[in-house]
């Protein structure tokens, strides 16, 4: 999914630039929409992406060259629901941090605050059904990813991914299964697996886990998290009731049939409206 080296092509010139020789700067003034696969005569674009995990990726799918070792090397997360002709946008982090927010906050209002707020949405949708504006903001072919996708709502150029569904752990039904959901509802049990942990989240007597994986202990934006699961263990020994909200990928373990919520980035989780590494 990323590469370490791009071509840049400018005119007949053909020059190979390597990620740790690119800069933000000289990627917006010089480089931008010149780079491509290094596989050569591959027509793949290349985006930059800079920042501390600073690397190249594909802009989009298709356009590698048939055969080319790069065309597979991109494992979008989620996998489940990819297909050929869809594109993967992964959601922006503000709308993630967003989603979390909300979610609390639903899990904590009053029953008149959540009726208010339906009636307000009820209204919306009687406006929306404006025959002129139906239609146009689907896009059937856009899925929603978390790393990996084909663009980033940020760099995609107005790009945007489908809405993030919310659902408490007892909601959750077939059609969530392999696709990316923030799932709502009480910590109820913490398990160190060092250097990650498994959490037991549920509501109304339904359970899901959360489990962490090789992703999540590769993605370098995480290495705060590893080994630091003792923090949420200590939380919830010390307080009554720990909300969590957490977006990820729906899935059923093969082996036990249960339900999981597979988390990607750390900063997915939320405790009682809290970040993992803000708990106290
Ligand atoms: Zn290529």
Same mark, same amino acid.
Request: overall charge positive.
């Given at each position: #999914?990323?590469?370490?080296?791009?071509?840049?092509?400018?005119?007949?010139? +053909?020059?190979?630039?390597?990620?740790?020789?690119?800069?933000?700067?000289?990627?917006?003034?010089?480089?931008?929409?010149?780079?491509?696969?290094?596989?050569?005569?591959?027509?793949?674009?290349?985006?930059?992406?800079?920042?501390?995990?600073?690397?190249?990726?594909?802009?989009?799918?298709?356009?590698?060259?048939?055969?080319?070792?790069?065309?597979?090397?991109?494992?979008?997360?989620?996998?489940?629901?990819?297909?050929?002709?869809?594109?993967?946008?992964?959601?922006?982090?503000?709308?993630?941090? /967003?989603?979390?927010?909300?979610?609390?906050?639903? #899990?904590? #209002?009053?029953?008149?605050?959540?009726?208010?707020?339906?009636?307000?949405?009820? %209204?919306?949708?009687?406006?929306?059904?404006?025959?002129?504006? %139906?239609?146009?903001?689907?896009?059937?072919?856009?899925?929603?990813?978390?790393?990996?996708?084909? +663009?980033?709502?940020?760099?995609?150029?107005?790009?945007?991914?489908? /809405?993030?569904?919310?659902?408490?752990?007892?909601?959750?039904?077939?059609?969530?299964?392999?696709?990316?959901?923030?799932?709502?509802?009480?910590?109820?049990?913490?398990?160190?697996?060092?250097?990650?942990?498994?959490?037991?989240?549920?509501?109304?007597?339904?359970?899901?886990? +959360?489990?962490?994986?090789?992703?999540?202990?590769?993605?370098?934006?995480?290495?705060?998290?590893?080994?630091?699961?003792?923090?949420?263990?200590?939380?919830?020994?010390?307080?009554?009731?720990?909300?969590?909200?957490?977006?990820?990928?729906?899935?059923? /373990?093969?082996?036990? %049939?249960?339900?999981?919520?597979? +988390?990607?980035?750390?900063?997915?989780?939320?405790?009682?409206?809290?970040?993992?590494?803000?708990?106290?």
């Amino acid at each position: #999914m990323r590469m370490s080296t791009v071509r840049y092509i400018n005119g007949d010139k +053909v020059e190979k630039i390597r990620v740790s020789d690119m800069t933000v700067s000289d990627y917006e003034s010089i480089y931008k929409g010149k780079i491509y696969c290094p596989t050569p005569n591959c027509p793949a674009k290349a985006v930059y992406s800079g920042g501390e995990k600073a690397h190249f990726r594909t802009w989009q799918k298709k356009d590698h060259l048939q055969g080319c070792i790069h065309e597979f090397d991109r494992i979008p997360i989620n996998r489940g629901i990819i297909t050929e002709n869809s594109i993967g946008v992964d959601i922006s982090f503000k709308r993630r941090q /967003n989603a979390l927010r909300e979610a609390f906050k639903l #899990m904590t #209002m009053t029953a008149e605050e959540k009726k208010e707020i339906e009636e307000k949405k009820l %209204e919306r949708n009687i406006k929306k059904k404006n025959p002129r504006t %139906e239609g146009k903001t689907k896009n059937a072919n856009v899925k929603n990813t978390l790393t990996g996708g084909d +663009v980033r709502e940020e760099e995609g150029g107005g790009m945007r991914g489908r /809405n993030l569904s919310k659902r408490y752990v007892d909601t959750i039904s077939n059609s969530d299964i392999n696709d990316i959901r923030l799932v709502m509802g009480q910590l109820t049990e913490v398990e160190l697996q060092n250097p990650c942990a498994k959490l037991t989240v549920e509501w109304n007597k339904k359970r899901i886990y +959360v489990v962490f994986e090789e992703a999540f202990e590769k993605e370098p934006s995480n290495s705060a998290y590893l080994n630091n699961f003792g923090i949420i263990k200590k939380y919830l020994g010390k307080t009554d009731l720990v909300l969590f909200t957490g977006v990820g990928e729906i899935r059923r /373990n093969r082996r036990t %049939e249960e339900l999981e919520l597979v +988390v990607y980035i750390g900063t997915d989780l939320s405790f009682n409206d809290s970040g993992m590494l803000h708990l106290r």
